[in-house]
C-alpha cells in the first residue's frame, strides 16, 4: 500500500535517476546520512509539508512539497552556484517532462531555490530547489483520486 505523496516522491527520484549529466546515478531520496561534497555532484530529495484541504464531499485537495537538493564541488576556476544551476536546468526541465505522475497528480510548480556555500570551502555548495505538487486523494483513501 503506497500513498499517492509517496508514489510522488518516488516519481522525482525515478526521473532524476540516470538523466541529469555528471550526476548519473548520484540521485538518493531521504538519505540517512548526509552526502559529503566529496561525494559531488548529487541529488537528493526530500519530502516537506503536505497541506490538505476538503475538495468536496469525497475529496481532498492536496499540495505536497519536494526539495530538490543539488550538490557540487567546483574548482578554483568554477564558480559553484553556476554549476549547481546547470544541473538545476536539468533538473526542472526532466521533471516537467516527465509523464509518468500519479493519474490523480494536478500540478507541479517551482515555489523558491536556495544557494548555501559549505562553510568549510569556498568551491562547494548546495543549490535547493523547492516545487509544490497538487494532487487529489479520496477523502477516505490516500492511495487514490477521487472516484
Do not use: C
Not at 56 to 64: F, I, P, R, V, Y
Not at 105 to 130: C, M, P, Q, W, Y
Amino acid at each position: 500500500m503506497t500513498s499517492i505523496a509517496e508514489l510522488t516522491l518516488e516519481g522525482f527520484k525515478d526521473v532524476l535517476m540516470g538523466a541529469i549529466a555528471g550526476v548519473d546515478q548520484n540521485v538518493q531520496r531521504a538519505r540517512a546520512d548526509p552526502y559529503s561534497f566529496e561525494e559531488a555532484p548529487w541529488i537528493n530529495i526530500e519530502r516537506g509539508e503536505e497541506n490538505s484541504r476538503v475538495a468536496g464531499e469525497a475529496a481532498d485537495d492536496n499540495e505536497l512539497s519536494v526539495a530538490v537538493e543539488i550538490g557540487v564541488k567546483a574548482t578554483q576556476d568554477e564558480v559553484w552556484e553556476t554549476k549547481a544551476d546547470a544541473i538545476a536546468v536539468q533538473v526542472h526541465r526532466k521533471l516537467f517532462a516527465y509523464t509518468a505522475w500519479p493519474p490523480s497528480v494536478a500540478r507541479l510548480r517551482k515555489t523558491g531555490s536556495i544557494a548555501l556555500r559549505d562553510e568549510a570551502s569556498n568551491t562547494a555548495g548546495k543549490l535547493t530547489l523547492t516545487y509544490v505538487v497538487r494532487f487529489l486523494t479520496a477523502a477516505d483513501d490516500l492511495e487514490s483520486g477521487p472516484g
